[in-house]
């Protein structure tokens, strides 16, 4: 059965500001959206290092040993509820806690995930975040209408392996966007 005027669904995709994005929180923000329908939409910011933490000190702070991982810097995955945690995966590894968002994606908000991180147990390729980025029902699709947003068709594993001070224009030029040539604001004729 089909809910009339349901959103299509944007999980599995990229949100990337606009150089011009009104809202500092989000300047330059990469933002993977895993969850979105009718109620709205959960997305895990992958820009940003949280400060002074990585993967062994978060670990360690839940009594798991790190073990032979690397230590991986955290990633503030956005302004709501900065001290939840989250894992954006490879699906080579899935709870049933885990979401899947697209064919080889999975994000899981349990402290399962850490643990078989920290075994060596856990999926292949992952980053961990505290906090997340959501929006209520509708608010996105109208986000989407305004300035400060492109919503890129990039799956957001691809930027895995790119550092996450390169993430934004790594996801504009594989878009075949050079963020440095776009307008940061409209003139007059």
């Known amino acids: 059965m089909t809910v009339p005027n349901a959103p299509e669904s944007l999980a599995g995709r990229l949100l990337l500001a606009m150089p011009d994005m009104p809202d500092p929180r989000f300047a330059r923000s990469v933002i993977a959206i895993c969850i979105h329908d009718h109620g709205g939409a959960l997305g895990i910011a992958l820009g940003e290092p949280v400060e ?5 000190e978060l670990l360690e702070s839940f009594d798991i040993e790190p073990n032979a991982i690397g230590d991986d810097p955290v990633l503030a995955g956005g302004p709501m509820e900065p001290r939840r945690g989250f894992v954006l995966h490879d699906t080579d590894w899935l709870s049933e806690d885990s979401v899947v968002i697209a064919e080889d994606l999975a994000l899981t ?22 906090g997340y980025a959501g929006w209520g029902s509708g608010q996105l699709e109208a986000e989407l209408t305004r300035p400060g947003w492109f919503l890129s ?28 040539m776009l307008a940061i604001s409209s003139g007059e004729a």
Request: aromatic share 8%; proline share 5%; net charge positive.
């Open 109 to 130: 908000g349990s402290l399962e995930v850490l643990r078989a991180i920290g075994s060596g147990q856990g999926p292949t390729r992952y980053l961990v975040a505290l």
């Open 153 to 180: 068709t990039l799956n957001p594993r691809r930027l895995f392996d790119v550092a996450s001070e390169r993430r934004w224009a790594a996801a504009f030029a594989s878009e075949g966007i050079d963020p440095a």
């Open 52 to 56: 002074g933490l990585g993967l062994h």
